[in-house]
Antibody, heavy 115, light 112 residues
Framework: DVQLVESGGGLVQPGGSLRLSCAASGFSFSTYWMSWVRQVPGKGLEWVANIKQDGSETSYVDSVKGRFTISRDNGKNSLFLQMNSLRADDTAIYYC????????WGQGTLVTVSS | DVVMTQSPLSLPVTLGQPASISCTSSQSLVSSDGNTYLHWFQQRPGQSPRRLIYKVSNRDSGVPDRISGSGSGTDFTLKISRVEAEDVGVYYCIQGAHWPLTFGQGTRLEIK
């Protein structure tokens, strides 16, 4: 079965940094684009970033460009999201998802940006 | 960015009755490869989103056949032929034809 398990969320002060991880299993990780999507608790969904199979192409929503970096380690079946210069409006549950059509999702990890 | 507009935003339905959700995009979702990248997701209370339908009308594995998707160009519909208790949740459409990917606001389905 496909499994995606996010980790690394927590409470961070404005201006701080956090690195999210997503451990993938049950499929051939290196053959899929991967994505990050976030959701403010109780609100809607927002696509954040995605990355091509070999990491050669990445895309970001405008609000995180220059602050967030998506990366992957195909040898460890892992996806990452490095988040710098965090702001209060980055507070959300962050999900990793398989592919650009988001066929499978993890359970999410909560990031809270607050002083 | 492509704006995705769902209606209604709240959908109270009697058990066993049909339900329909509309999703309209501000641009055509037909890609240069001929595919239409419109997908539907369900988020049950307390759960992660789950994809139900991809590329307009293709059901994902395990999705009951009482759930269907249709549409073309800029206008799309998700239909549930007979609502069951397990259908309670929020439904989202998403377009994948243009960057950035964008979601609709969500439609909350509840049992009347």
């Amino acid at each position: 079965d496909v499994q995606l398990v996010e980790s690394g969320g927590g409470l961070v002060q404005p201006g701080g940094s956090l690195r999210l991880s997503c451990a993938a299993s049950g499929f051939s990780f290196s053959t899929y684009w991967m994505s990050w999507v976030r959701q403010v608790p109780g609100k809607g969904l927002e696509w954040v970033a995605n990355i091509k199979q070999d990491g050669s192409e990445t895309s970001y929503v405008d609000s995180v460009k220059g602050r967030f970096t998506i990366s992957r380690d195909n040898g460890k079946n892992s996806l990452f999201l490095q988040m710098n210069s965090l702001r209060a409006d980055d507070t959300a549950i962050y999900y990793c998802a398989r592919g650009v059509s988001l066929a499978y999702w993890g359970q999410g990890t909560l990031v809270t940006v607050s002083s | 960015d492509v704006v995705m507009t769902q209606s209604p935003l709240s959908l109270p339905v009697t058990l066993g009755q049909p339900a329909s959700i509309s999703c309209t995009s501000s641009q055509s979702l037909v890609s240069s490869d001929g595919n239409t990248y419109l997908h539907w997701f369900q988020q049950r209370p307390g759960q992660s989103p789950r994809r139900l339908i991809y590329k307009v009308s293709n059901r994902d594995s395990g999705v009951p056949d009482r759930i269907s998707g249709s549409g073309s160009g800029t206008d799309f519909t998700l239909k549930i032929s007979r609502v069951e208790a397990e259908d309670v949740g929020v439904y989202y459409c998403i377009q994948g034809a243009h960057w950035p990917l964008t979601f609709g606001q969500g439609t909350r389905l509840e049992i009347k």
